[in-house]
Each structure stands twice: as structure tokens, then as C-alpha cells.
């Protein structure tokens, strides 16, 4: 859908209870999804989740469990709550698109496609870039490390791998965690030039975290 112009916040009237300081099938925040205010629902959910524990119903970290495997109620409920908070910050006239999808991983990428508006190659680029210029720059190595990993994960939620095959996928993740070991090493100030230089002599190439240890 077009870009958003601007977050329009529509109001929801809930009922809070005194007793209880949270209540996880509440609606989780005071507005709903509209055409204009995708980008603040959006975080909104994602922090909401977070905080109860269920981001990986959104994202799929927390996979589905069929139907006759063990631990398939309680998945089933749990999943339906976090679809039911999607669903209850909705507008109305978005209702019919979503509520017959099965799971709320289903609904939360249906709606974050139905509102992909092309910026985030933009985006995605410019995290290219800034995940390769970025430098200790005389800064602590834990600050410097700190900083890169804030953009891989920033990169990653961008452009989730979504490979079907488990070889490839794992070629995948193994490739692209040597990348990062190359543009965190390269990032290094010249006085880790010696210890550059030992890992990237080092076969197999260490994993991110031994090389910051």
C-alpha cells in the first residue's frame, strides 16, 4: 500500500481490572491498525509479544505443533490469544482479509505484505552499507561489537532467510556468518592487526563470538 503520511491513532476503550496487573487476552495497546498507522501497530504488536513471551507466534520462532503431537493445546491457545490480540486492533474493514488465516504467523506476515510499500530496500541497502563502513574508531571493542550487532539484526528482521532446503540453509547461515566475521574484523583498529591476522589463518574461520572473545 502507499507510504504512510501519517500515524493516525484511533482509540480503543478497554476495560482494565484493578486486580490484576496484566491480563494476556487484553487488548494490548489503546488503537488499531488503520490504512495510515501500520508502521506504530506494527511495533507496537511486536513489543506487546515480547513482553508476554509470544514474539515467536509472530515470527514463527515458535513453530506450529500438529494437531495430534503433544503440547498441541496448549500451542493452540496460546496462538489463538496472539491472533486474537491481531485481530481485536484491527479495523473492521481490514477483519474479513485476515480472520480465516490458521495462525497468527499467518495473519502478521499478510499484514505486513498487504503494507510493504517498497522502502525497505532502501533500507535494507543502507544497512549493507553501514554493517561494511562501520569502525572501532578508538572506541572499546565491546561498544564496537555492540554496534555491529545492532545492524545484523536489523539486517536479519529485514530479510529473514526463508530457504525451504535445510542444506542450503545452513550453507546459507554459515556463508553469511563469515561475512560478518570479515566486516567485524576489518572494522578493528590497527592495533589488532596480529590477532586479525591469527584468525583469518585460523581454518574453520571462528565463530562471531570467538573472534570478539
Known sequence: MAGEQKSELIPVHTVSNPGESTNIN????GFRLSDSNFKVWSKMMEVHALGLGKLGYLTGKIPVIEEDAPGYARWSTEDAIVRGWLLKTMETHFLGLFIDLPTAKDIWESVTYMFY??????????LLCKATRTRQDGCPVNLYFTKLKGVWQDLDKRRPLRMVCGADLKTRKEELAKDRVYDFLAGLDSGFDQVRSEILRMKPIPRIEECFN
Open 117 to 126: 510499500d517498497g522502502s525497505d530496500e532502501s533500507q535494507y541497502y543502507e
Open 26 to 29: 487484553a487488548i494490548p495497546f
